[in-house]
């Protein structure tokens, strides 16, 4: 690599560093601030900072791409001030071979991306989840205001948490319907485990209160234990109750092959899973926009101009995204084109300026 590649791609790295930090410390400041608004005598404020902590991946990577745009701007924009990016030029290196210089640093944060998505950032955020829904219950029966409403077949499922690994639930309410939707049967279990040792896997639930509804009477039940057959594996509900957003790209494609096979909608799972799988192209998209800007309009700009500019860019980018997300639920248009629209307008905006340089 030319030492002149070198020093570009290392300056646009370290102002993307730099914005990351400074990016990061404001979220976790706010972050931290609403979590203690829930602490408890169970949740203590402690509780609250690891919960954060374990949730920082996340944000992390739903902030690279106005990382990468912020710090590519920044850094362009101090070899511009500077008129290193004028010598370049006039020393014979092509503006093509520029911005290829600095897609430098631009490629290693899109891989970042797709490995901090896929692997860490989910894993953390279901033990988050799971931990913090345990923990605030202080032991006792958990809240139905946590948890999240699932349709299998003909049952309705209520969980309130579920631990790490999806092996083991807590307060599971289920509701059965015939054919003609009417209420056969509702139970709730305090515990239930998963049992995979048999021929036919099933929940072993314990602490169950059921009530039948025949005719016009009802008989209740306690048990002790009940064996529930079901198709959930333990893969399915360990991200049963993270947000589509904030789950792997593998388990959203899961999540929404699930939904279809059960005749849910499941728009909102392949916008989340369009949404994550296209990151990297929408961080080279901003990153293009950005470095048309300082090759143009922004070449001679203050730095506080630009950074104004970086922060209306990449709030109108996620305007457009999130106007066009529930477009695709209400309207039924195509979760790919509404993710795929806000990037290829960008990418063509910045190909259309740089071709003006």
């Known amino acids: ?32 601030a609403e979590e203690l608004a829930d602490t408890n ?35 362009l924009g101090i070899l511009a001030s500077s008129q290193e990016l004028l010598v370049m ?4 290196v092509k503006t093509s071979v520029l911005v290829g210089w600095v ?26 989840q799971s931990q913090r829904a345990l923990i605030q219950s202080g032991g006792q029966a958990i809240s139905s205001s946590q948890g999240d409403w ?7 499922i209520h969980i309130n948490a579920i631990a790490p690994g999806g092996r083991e639930l807590f307060g599971v309410t289920v509701y059965e319907l015939n054919n003609r939707r009417e209420l056969l049967r509702s139970s709730f279990a305090e515990q239930g485990h998963y049992v995979d040792d048999t021929a036919e896997p099933y929940w072993r639930l314990t602490g169950v209160r059921e009530t039948r509804f025949i005719g016009d009477r ?76 300082v090759f143009g309009p922004l070449r001679e700009a203050t730095m506080g101009f630009r950074v104004f500019v970086a922060i209306a860019i990449g709030l109108s980018f996620t305007i457009v995204q999130r106007t066009l997300g529930p477009a695709t639920i209400l309207y039924g ?9 806000p990037i290829v307008l960008c990418a063509l905006l910045g190909v259309i300026l740089l071709r003006r340089v």
Request: hydrophobic share 55%; net charge neutral.
């Open 150 to 156: 699932r349709k299998i077949g003909n049952e309705y």
């Open 218 to 293: 009802l008989q209740a039940a306690y048990h002790d234990e009940w064996q529930w057959s079901v198709d959930m594996s333990p893969s399915l509900l360990s991200v049963l109750l993270v947000r589509p957003d904030r789950q792997s790209i593998s388990g959203l494609f899961q999540f929404a092959r699930y939904f279809d096979s059960e005749g849910l909608d499941s728009s909102s799972y392949y916008l989340a899973f369009w949404k994550k799988l296209l990151q990297p192209l929408a961080t080279l998209s901003l990153v293009l926009l950005a470095v048309s800007f």
């Open 89 to 92: 030029q006039s020393s014979g």
């Open 41 to 75: 005598r169970y949740y203590t404020a402690w509780d609250a900072i690891v919960y954060v902590l374990r949730t920082l991946p996340t944000s992390i990577y739903e902030l690279l791409p106005f990382v990468a745009l912020g710090g590519a701007l920044i850094g």
């Open 333 to 341: 248009i195509s979760p790919f084109l509404a993710v795929l629209a």
């Open 1 to 32: 690599m030319p030492m002149l590649a070198r020093y570009m791609a290392k300056t646009v790295l370290l102002s993307m560093l730099v914005v990351l930090g400074l990016i990061t410390m404001i979220d976790l400041v706010f972050t931290v």
């Open 103 to 128: 897609m430098i640093p631009v490629l290693g944060v899109m891989v970042f991306s797709l490995i901090l998505g896929e692997w860490i950032a989910p894993t953390l955020q279901q033990t988050a």
